[in-house]
Each structure stands twice: as structure tokens, then as C-alpha cells.
């Protein structure tokens, strides 16, 4: 088990970048595969992106490929998600997630992650 704290939401302008951040304690971080959801208030918690143990392998929803980076420092301890060129539909609550199974296909599933953040709010504004 790990416990995950985001940091980094906020309001920003379209066209703007913000980068989340995802500090783990209480376990073992390299053993877990990392993965950002996102959830409007109201509707379903959606994938957004997730990176592998060895950070070999990422996956991304095609709404942000190209503006989206994730990554991660295993001697730190932490993940990040690099948002950039931001849009008004970007506006969500992003939440960090922790997925001991190996392997990438497994990263869209959220019942394969055993631990959760509590959120950070992030505003996008026309």
C-alpha cells in the first residue's frame, strides 16, 4: 500500500500550462505503475494517462497526446503530469493512482489501481 497526495492544480487561461505533481509514501513507489484520471463533477472518472514502473512504457487518451507528458522519479518518489496547451474542457479534479499490476495494457482499468489521491482541482478559463 501507498499513500498519494497531488499538488500543482489551479486556474489557468486557455493556451496554458500546469504541471501536477504526485508525492507517494508508505511504500514501495517503484513496484506501482502510476496513471492520472480526471473526473467532472456529475459524470464518470476518466483515464488520462498512466506510465510504467520503469517508465519504459506510457499510454495517453488521444484528446492529450501532444499536450500531456507524464513521468515519474523513483528516487523521489513522485509523478508528474505536464499539461500544456490547456483547454476549457481540460477542467476536471485530476487524481493520482497507483496500479501494482506489470504491464501497460493493464493501465486504462481502474479496478487494477489500489490506490488513489485525493484530487487537485484543475480550471481552465475561455
Known amino acids: 500500500q501507498v499513500q498519494l497526495v497531488e499538488s500543482g492544480g489551479g486556474l489557468v487561461q486557455a493556451g496554458g500550462s500546469l504541471r501536477l505533481s504526485c508525492a507517494g509514501s508508505?511504500?514501495?513507489?517503484?513496484?506501482?505503475?502510476m496513471g492520472w484520471f480526471r473526473q467532472v463533477l456529475g459524470k464518470e472518472r476518466d483515464f488520462v494517462a498512466a506510465?510504467?514502473?520503469?517508465?519504459?512504457?506510457?499510454d495517453y487518451i488521444d484528446s492529450v497526446k501532444g499536450r500531456f507528458t507524464i513521468s515519474r522519479d523513483n528516487e523521489k518518489n513522485m509523478a508528474y503530469l505536464q499539461m500544456n496547451s490547456l483547454k476549457p474542457e481540460d477542467t476536471a479534479v485530476y487524481y493520482c493512482?497507483?496500479?501494482?499490476?506489470?504491464?501497460?495494457?493493464?493501465?486504462?482499468?481502474?479496478?487494477?489501481?489500489?490506490?488513489w489521491g485525493q484530487g487537485t482541482q484543475v480550471t481552465v478559463s475561455s
Open positions: 493512482a497507483a496500479n501494482p499490476k506489470w504491464g501497460i495494457l493493464t493501465a486504462r482499468s481502474q479496478d487494477q489501481y489500489t490506490d
Open positions: 508508505g511504500g514501495s513507489f517503484d513496484y506501482y505503475m
Open positions: 506510465i510504467t514502473q520503469n517508465s519504459i512504457n506510457t
